[in-house]
């Protein structure tokens, strides 16, 4: 049953194509839940200032980014030493300050590219030695035959 599986043709166009399509949803399902998926941390007395964005209206400044390692290491920035990830806003009556995320939004998308090209490359290289191996173990085969038949 096995040998039955691993025997059928499959058309690399066909795979290909399919592995584009279902990059190119992945990458639109993770564009299109951004916003629903950025969460922020809640950490109390890690945060530079008051942590005015639980009860005053805010406007992210700068969107969420990696701390320095000067802001790790000193925690000079409150926001810094929870998560490593900052973000600047500025609530309504308080003024600028900045928040822990959790999340980078280009580090992620940067990390899945990375995930999906190594992913592709195994894969055209898992394919080319399957396809050398089987055509070796063809060539083997017909020689085996070819020295039974001229025996």
């Given amino acids: 049953m096995a040998d039955v599986l691993f025997s059928l043709p499959v058309e690399p166009k066909l795979l290909f194509r399919l592995s584009v399509a279902i990059v190119l949803l992945e990458h639109h399902l993770t564009q299109s839940s951004h916003y629903t998926s950025h969460f922020h941390a809640n950490y109390s007395g890690n945060q530079t200032g008051t942590q005015c964005w639980l009860t005053e209206k805010i406007t ?13 290491n000193s925690q000079s920035v409150g926001s810094c030493v929870a998560t490593g990830y900052k973000e600047k806003v500025r609530c309504e009556t308080s003024g600028d300050t900045s928040r822990s995320c959790e999340r980078v939004l280009w580090l992620e998308e940067r990390r899945f590219w990375t995930l999906e090209i190594v992913s592709l490359v195994l894969g055209l290289v898992s394919s080319t030695f399957v396809m050398w191996r089987q055509r070796l173990l063809e060539r083997q085969s017909m020689q085996k035959l070819q020295k039974q038949i001229n025996i």
């Fill in 60 to 72: 992210v400044l700068e969107d969420c980014h990696p701390c320095t390692e000067f802001e790790k």
